[in-house]
């Protein structure tokens, strides 16, 4: 089977049906190729907190046709206002809706993960297939070593490969029914956690880059003091709450926390009645609204907790294996630029997939040569020092945290700073012709 322009058509399966598995697919399909997005949830996951669009990521979606669409799903969130423990606000930083410069802590373009996911799902589904409940947990490749982390010999598959003859390598992967299935190109866009990350990597390398700083949110009831500013209320001890409404009756809560220790790093692979009995330990004595969101916290239909991380690797592929999105570059939410970064890696690896489909090996050692400058950049948005600023230990520290903050928002500095930037969090770095044109699905 051939794709556009008389390319070999691949047999592609990408592991995860997130934001960057459905961009993957969205543009794959308009390069001819039959892709397949194995989702270890038995249905679409459209769920999750609220996430954001910037830079890149902006231009991303508007190359897919799928901006205008984003538009009409997007939170009304204003602004971030830093309050004390009785809700007023010490200092608010408005949204940049300028369409010129830098976002501000709360993008132009904010918007549930979930309805992000279901644009790109709407744009998707009727070129892709998608197989839910089933996750991939490992995979052969005929020209490298297994998929279990452990060196193993090559094997001859025998079946047919992209361009049609008996001798080219495949990827066999291994799914969770107890099935199988071969394919040309394997792509594990699983998320932070990666099993494909964790197979295709040599054993024992820690992909983790730490800073010392744990995150929990979940979904409470709204009320009529929750407004379309996002508050932010800092607690000693290192501990921080932020609220934010996404619609008439929900609001979102987020614990964050700054330490560094073993039961705080395990905790996020506890059953979740321990999660959420950590997180209420911990913040039981902050004041504001704590008990609020304590006693909402075991009956919200969301609940996820995290270590903040960024994954680092040398590496995004070998052999037929790749990976994508958060699974081989999450720059963290502190980034502000996870869901972009996903995005735009979408973008690049179909692009190369699209423009070298018989020379793979050609096509990921240029999706790496060409996205890493951009991946580096976001992620050195992250600096843990400036971070431990906005999580004081001491009351003193939050006090002149406040105080600062309240002069530079009277002044109106970080207004003038967003709009006259030259540059937002992904710096000058340009995104790649469109990977297909839109009228090939």
Not at 125 to 136: L, N, P, Q, R
Not at 211 to 220: E, K, R, T
């Amino acid at each position: 089977m051939v794709g556009a322009a008389g390319a070999p058509s691949l047999r592609i399966l990408i592991a995860g049906g997130g934001v960057a598995g459905h961009a993957l697919a969205f543009w794959l399909t308009r390069g001819g190729h039959r892709v397949t997005v194995a989702e270890r949830f038995p249905s679409l996951r459209a769920a999750g907190a609220q996430v954001d669009l910037r830079g890149q990521g902006i231009e991303a979606v508007r190359r897919m046709g799928l901006l205008d669409t984003v538009r009409e799903a997007l939170v009304d969130e204003a602004g971030v206002a830093f309050i004390d423990a009785r809700g007023k606000a010490k200092a608010t930083i408005m949204a940049n809706t300028s369409g010129k410069g830098r976002q501000t802590l709360t993008s132009e373009y904010e918007i549930m993960r979930g309805d992000l996911v279901r644009v790109l799902h709407d744009a998707t589904k009727d070129d892709a297939e998608f197989v839910y409940g089933t996750s991939v947990d490992g995979f052969e490749q005929d020209d490298t070593s297994d998929g279990s982390g452990a060196s193993g010999t090559a094997r001859t598959s025998g079946a047919s490969g992209a361009s049609g003859t008996s001798d080219e390598p495949k990827v066999t992967a291994r799914f969770s029914d107890g099935s199988s299935g071969e394919f040309d190109l394997l792509i594990g866009a699983d998320g932070q956690g990666s099993r494909i990350r964790r197979a295709l990597l040599p054993r024992g390398h820690d992909p983790y880059w730490r800073v010392g700083i744990h995150m929990a949110y979940w979904f409470v009831p709204r009320i009529d003091s929750d407004t379309n500013i996002r508050d932010t209320y800092m607690v000693p001890g290192g501990r921080q709450i932020m609220r934010r409404s996404h619609n008439a009756t929900e609001t979102q809560v987020y614990f964050v926390l700054r330490e560094e220790s073993e039961e705080a790093s395990a905790i996020h692979r506890a059953p979740v009645e321990r999660q959420r009995e950590f997180w209420a330990d911990r913040f039981r004595d902050a004041g504001w609204q704590t008990g609020r969101f304590i006693e909402s916290m075991s009956t919200s239909p969301f609940f996820y907790s995290q270590e903040i991380v960024q994954v680092r690797t040398d590496t995004w592929s070998r052999g037929r294996v790749a990976l994508a999105g958060d699974a081989a570059h999450c720059a963290s939410p502190y980034s502000g630029m996870g869901v972009s970064g996903g995005l735009v890696g979408a973008h690049v690896l179909a692009g190369e997939i699209n423009r070298h489909p018989d020379d793979l090996p050609t096509a990921l050692a240029n999706y790496d040569r060409t996205l890493r400058p951009f991946v580096d950049e976001i992620q050195g948005e992250v600096n843990p020092r400036l971070l431990r600023l906005g999580m004081p230990l001491t009351q003193r520290a939050i006090d002149a945290f406040h105080a600062a903050t309240g002069i530079a928002s009277f002044l109106h500095i970080p207004d003038l700073a967003a709009r006259f930037s030259k540059e937002d969090r992904g710096g000058d770095w340009h995104l790649p012709a469109d990977p297909a044109p839109l009228s090939a699905a």
